[in-house]
Every structure is written in structure tokens, then in C-alpha cells.
């Protein structure tokens, strides 16, 4: 079975600067997907980037990207210029690109800015 | 485009009780998936419908249950409700699992307290 970690229950960033934030998968699969999810106050759980595995092109969305190490499966999301409604819970979360249905997500990391 | 919308937004019940849950899913989305987050926890994949069908079960027992209409919004039905039932429902609407539905849009979910 597919499981998601992440190691950093929370971290802190002064605002304007960069964090980058860990997520570990284990899979026996070669082909999926896997995203990021942010999760403000107000529950929302709002898409922030996705990598499909097959492309070795690093996805990036403006001050996000993510460092996506297929061998390694290691997959962290790096937020520059960080801003303070950046504060929120951030899902690593994985998906099976042969099975269509459920996504599996970590323990989440809270990320608090710091003004 | 509309998204995905959920009601109600707060919900109190008894142990012992039945609830139903409500979502409509984005425009140009046919699938809808709901997943239980438990405080400090990452969402769980409960369920999956596509075309009024299940696509797709977590490891939660059969009362757990849900619908899927002609339209596409959906009903979360939970019978006999537990303490452990406390949680956070979310809904999520994408496009056809197997043709680009992949990502998965989530609505603000529905905040459930069992007592």
C-alpha cells in the first residue's frame, strides 16, 4: 500500500524569505501523480502545484515549486517570498495513476509566517 | 465556473443518529469523491461515484454510504453515528477518473460533532 510522510509537524519562516517544506512516498508504481494541498483556517483544502511522475521537469506556480526526486521518492515544495497568507496546513498527497479513484495524503506540516 | 459547494457547514448530532452530508460538485466535473479529515489528521478517502455509481471504497464500514445524482452532486450518509465520527467531511469534484480527473477540487466541508 502507497503511504505519504511528512516529517515536520510544523515549521516557521520570517516573511519574505524561503521554506521548503519535506514529503516522503513509498509506492511500487511508476506512474502517478503527486500534489500539494493547502489548508487555510477556513478548512478550504486548495490545490497548490502537482508533478505528474513521468516528467522530470520540476512543476512550478509562481513563488512555488517543488524539487520532485523520482529514485529517491522524496517530493518537497519550496515557497519563496513567503507571505503571510501563506499560513496554512500543507498536504503532501499522492494518486495512483492506475487506480482512478482515492488520493492519499500525509499528516500535514502548519506552517506559521512570522512578520 | 462555480465550485464545489457543501451543506451544511456545521452539524451537531447524537450518538445513535442518522446524518446526510450534501455536495455539488464544479462545473464540468463528474465524479465527486468524500473523505473524513479527524482533527490534526489528513483527509481519508472514504468513497468515490462516478456516473451515479461507487467507484472506489476506503476502509470505512457500510454505514458509510452515498449517493450520486443525474447532475452530479452528491449525499454522504452516515447511519447509527459513533463518537469517532467527529470530523471534518470533505467533498471533492473532478473530471472522468479515467480521462484527466486526476486532480481533485475540493468544497469548504462540513464540520460534524457527534456527542
Known amino acids: 500500500a502507497q503511504t505519504v510522510t511528512q516529517s515536520q509537524p510544523e515549521m516557521s519562516v520570517q516573511e519574505a524569505e524561503t521554506v521548503t517544506l519535506s514529503c516522503t512516498y513509498d509506492t511500487s508504481e511508476s506512474d502517478y501523480y503527486l500534489f500539494w494541498y493547502k489548508q487555510p483556517p477556513s478548512r478550504q483544502m486548495i490545490l497548490v502545484i502537482r508533478q505528474e511522475a513521468y516528467k522530470q521537469q520540476n512543476a512550478t506556480e509562481n513563488r512555488f515549486s517543488v524539487n520532485f526526486q523520482k529514485a529517491a521518492k522524496s517530493f518537497s515544495l519550496k515557497i519563496s517570498d513567503s507571505q503571510l497568507g501563506d499560513a496554512a496546513m500543507y498536504f503532501c498527497a499522492y494518486r495512483s495513476a492506475s487506480r482512478d479513484d482515492k488520493i492519499i495524503f500525509g499528516k500535514g506540516t502548519r506552517l506559521h509566517i512570522l512578520p | 465556473e462555480t465550485g464545489v459547494t457543501q451543506s451544511p457547514t456545521h452539524l451537531i448530532k447524537t450518538r445513535g443518529q442518522q446524518v446526510t452530508l450534501r455536495c455539488s460538485s464544479q462545473?464540468?466535473?463528474?465524479?465527486v469523491s468524500w473523505y473524513q479529515q479527524a482533527l490534526g489528521q489528513g483527509p481519508q478517502f472514504i468513497f468515490q461515484y462516478y456516473r451515479e455509481e461507487e467507484n472506489g471504497r476506503g476502509n470505512f464500514p457500510p454505514r458509510f454510504s452515498g449517493l450520486q445524482f443525474p447532475n452530479y452532486s452528491s449525499e454522504l450518509n452516515v447511519n447509527a453515528l459513533e463518537l469517532d465520527d467527529s470530523a471534518l467531511y470533505l467533498c471533492?469534484?473532478?473530471?472522468?477518473?479515467?480521462?484527466?480527473?486526476?486532480?481533485?477540487?475540493f468544497g469548504p466541508g462540513t464540520r460534524l460533532l457527534v456527542l
Open positions: 471533492a469534484s473532478s473530471k472522468s477518473p479515467r480521462t484527466g480527473g486526476e486532480t481533485q477540487y
Open positions: 462545473s464540468g466535473h463528474n465524479t
